[in-house]
């Protein structure tokens, strides 16, 4: 079945510093894949998105790139912020499948100023 | 900016006790989901529906019930809680197709004592 997996966090980053988060995929077909970032005591909000290989989503200086030879997308951004500290959530959506979205198990992200 | 609606935010509630927990869209969305999230940040979905009059129980096994009687409302209830439900419950909601993102409420967080 469809499964996706993420870095283990807890990470721990100073304000500027570079953040990459891995994301790998298991699905059959051509998944769309998702980033979702969830804020201490909210619901999650879509980060970006891509619908087909070698597509990139961006969004707040986010990036990802679909990269279906390697089954990733992972998140990066070049500067982080305090107010990036949240938990980040993969996802993938499967045409024909009922659930529509398979998460990953969540990175949570603390920026320290 | 999503339209989605749960009340209440938080609610704590003795054992035994018979709760309802409410969502809303105003978005016209066929699909909508509950998904239970655990300390560790896990999604588990619990349970879905394609449209008015249509439910299916999701990957976790859960003692709640959900009704759909009409698009835009998607309650979950639990007739006797206990201690073992207490979690954080999000509701969210999405158009058809596989490049459709989910929308997320703000959550129910749940403390039976």
């Known amino acids: 079945g469809d499964s996706v997996t993420q870095m283990e966090g807890p990470v721990t980053l100073s304000e500027e510093a570079f953040l990459t988060i891995n994301c790998t995929y298991t699905a059959t077909g051509y998944p769309s894949l998702f980033w979702y970032v969830q804020y201490p005591g909210e619901g999650l909000q879509l980060l970006l998105k891509a619908t087909k290989a070698d597509d990139k989503g961006s969004n707040k200086g986010f990036e990802a790139t679909y990269r279906k030879e390697t089954t990733s997308f992972h998140l990066e951004k070049g500067s982080v912020q305090v107010s990036d500290s949240a938990v980040y959530f993969c996802a993938l959506s499967r045409t024909g499948s009922a659930r529509q979205l398979t998460f990953g198990s969540g990175t949570q992200l603390t920026v320290l100023p | 900016e999503a339209d989605i609606y749960q009340t209440p935010r938080y609610l704590v509630i003795g054992t035994g006790k018979k709760i309802t927990l409410e969502c809303s869209q105003t978005?016209?969305?066929?699909?909508m989901y509950w998904y239970q999230q655990d300390p560790g940040m896990e999604l588990h979905l619990i349970h879905y529906s394609y449209g008015v009059n249509s439910t299916e129980k999701g990957d976790l096994s859960s003692e709640s019930t959900v009704s759909r009687i009409r698009t835009e409302h998607f309650p979950l209830t639990l007739e006797s809680a206990r201690p073992s439900h207490t979690s954080q419950y999000l509701c969210a909601s999405s158009e058809d197709g596989r490049g459709y993102e989910q929308y997320f409420g703000p959550g129910t967080r749940l403390t039976v004592t």
């Open positions: 978005m016209g969305h066929d699909k």
